[in-house]
């Protein structure tokens, strides 16, 4: 089946640079892409979300963005704090479904 | 409120065995998400309940399981426990089954010696 397909590559970053986690999948389908971030020992926890008909969507200190064209999906974290060290994944689903296919995750470690 | 509570937090089986999983939803909330993440596979979808009845399911062999009470509480089974079933169990609830209105669980942990 078709799968959202991310590395499982790890990021350091100093605290108070900007971090940028990528992902690449493969179903056109999808109108929804949702980050979430997993913290040890919790479950995924909902970052932010953005519908197949907008390329930008901006949260607090998070930007996602979205290009079609090229099935690609991108988290930037503003100022990155020691706190949003996680392991960060893409997801997408079609709402006409109640199923998310995940990718496998980033790792991201914020030094002080 | 309440968030979505799985029990129990950690569990050690040996094959052959089997197991059940328990998740509660946030209240209000009628759609059951089970998914297991493994470090190999990421997160993969097992089945969704909603109001009691299973409306989608992934590929995983019979011997997972599930079902959901009238109260939207919702348990999983694996029967004949493997070695490869050890993973992170996870539930989500959300109000009507749509994955962008998930609120995960903080899983089960599952061991298979």
């Known amino acids: 089946g078709e799968s959202v397909g991310l590395h499982l590559p790890t990021l350091s970053v100093q605290e108070g640079d900007n971090s940028i986690i990528n992902c690449a999948y493969s179903?056109?389908?999808?109108?929804?892409f949702i980050w979430y971030k997993q913290e040890s020992g919790k479950g995924p926890q909902f970052i932010i979300d953005?519908?197949?008909?907008?390329d930008k969507r901006q949260g607090q200190r998070v930007t996602v963005l979205l290009n079609k064209t090229v099935k690609h999906l991108s988290l930037q974290i503003a100022a990155t704090q020691p706190g949003d060290s996680a392991v960060y994944f893409c997801?997408?689903?079609?709402?006409?479904?109640?199923?998310?296919?995940f990718g496998k995750g980033t790792m991201l470690l914020v030094s002080p | 409120k309440a968030g979505v509570t799985q029990t129990p937090r950690y569990l050690i089986k040996t094959r052959g065995q089997q197991v059940t999983l328990s998740c509660s939803p946030i209240?209000?909330?009628?759609?059951v998400s089970w998914y297991q993440q493994t470090p190999g596979q990421g997160l993969q979808f097992l089945f969704e309940?909603?109001?009691?009845?299973?409306?989608n399911k992934g590929n995983f062999p019979g011997r997972f399981s599930g079902r959901q009470f009238s109260n939207s509480r919702s348990e999983m089974n694996v029967s004949t426990l493997e070695l490869g079933d050890s993973a992170l169990y996870l539930c989500?609830?959300?109000?009507?089954?749509?994955?962008?209105?998930?609120?995960f669980g903080s899983g089960t942990r599952l061991t298979v010696v």
């Open positions: 989500a609830s959300s109000l009507t089954g749509q994955g962008y209105g998930y609120t």
């Open positions: 179903n056109s389908a999808s109108d929804y």
């Open positions: 953005i519908r197949s008909n907008m």
């Open positions: 997801s997408y689903g079609d709402s006409g479904y109640s199923t998310l296919t």
């Open positions: 209240s209000g909330h009628r759609s």
């Open positions: 309940y909603f109001s009691e009845t299973q409306r």
